[in-house]
């Protein structure tokens, strides 16, 4: 590899990083305030989601413009997409329509959890593993969901997302550490 190729993949790896640790930060911040509203109120924990969701989707949206590359920013685009439709969804889905809620709480999860799979089949850093791991956390948290139907409680359904926040946050804190040494060679 050339000399100035090896210094722009550097420069680029110290622009990125600081934006993935943003975004793993803001999303363990949005994962804590969810648990915790999700164990203290059942009825609005899912409809605080919402607003969580939309605030997420804006730092993927920005995370996606200033920090990714190429290859990876269609899928954090698509991520971030259906995030804000989902958080709309939660907005204006009346708490009358729990069972519909909660299907469509189960879609996104699994949804989100199969572009995370993807994005880490596309990324080629160190850290990737982690975005692996949260995928498959997100796609079993979306079938527990499923599975509870609508004999679930909007706790557990919150709970559930509060607990993908905190996964996709550790994630990214996890890909931006790992994109903050650029001197070791990415795993291909």
């Known amino acids: 590899m050339s000399e100035q190729a090896t210094s722009s993949r ?9 934006w993935f640790l943003a975004l793993g930060v803001v999303l363990l911040v949005l994962g804590l305030a969810g648990v915790s509203v999700a164990t203290l109120l059942e009825l609005t924990s899912l ?7 939309l605030a ?7 995370t996606a413009l200033f920090g990714e590359g190429r290859k990876e920013r ?3 685009f698509a991520a971030a997409g259906a995030e804000m439709v989902f958080g709309f969804l939660i907005m204006v889905n009346p708490p009358e329509k729990v069972v519909g809620l909660i299907a469509l709480v189960a879609i996104f999860l699994v949804v989100i959890g ?9 990324t080629r850093s160190r850290g990737r593993a982690w975005t692996l791991l949260a995928g498959v956390i997100a796609v079993l948290l979306g079938i527990s969901v499923w599975a509870g139907g609508s004999v679930a409680k909007l706790g ?6 509060a607990i993908d926040f905190l996964c996709h946050g550790v994630a990214w804190s996890a890909l931006a550490l790992a994109e903050r040494n650029p001197d070791q060679s990415p795993v291909s």
Do not use: T, Y
């Not at 409809?47 to 969701?53: A, D, E, M």
């Not at 997420?56 to 920005?62: D, F, G, K």
């Not at 557990?156 to 997302?161: A, E, K, R």
């Open 56 to 62: 997420s989707s804006i730092v993927q949206l920005l």
């Open 74 to 76: 269609l899928l954090h």
């Open 114 to 122: 199969l572009a995370r799979l993807a994005r880490s089949l596309v």
């Open 156 to 161: 557990f359904v919150g709970l559930c997302i």
């Open 47 to 53: 409809l605080v989601f919402g607003p969580l969701l």
């Open 10 to 18: 550097v420069s680029e790896h110290r622009v990125r990083w600081k």
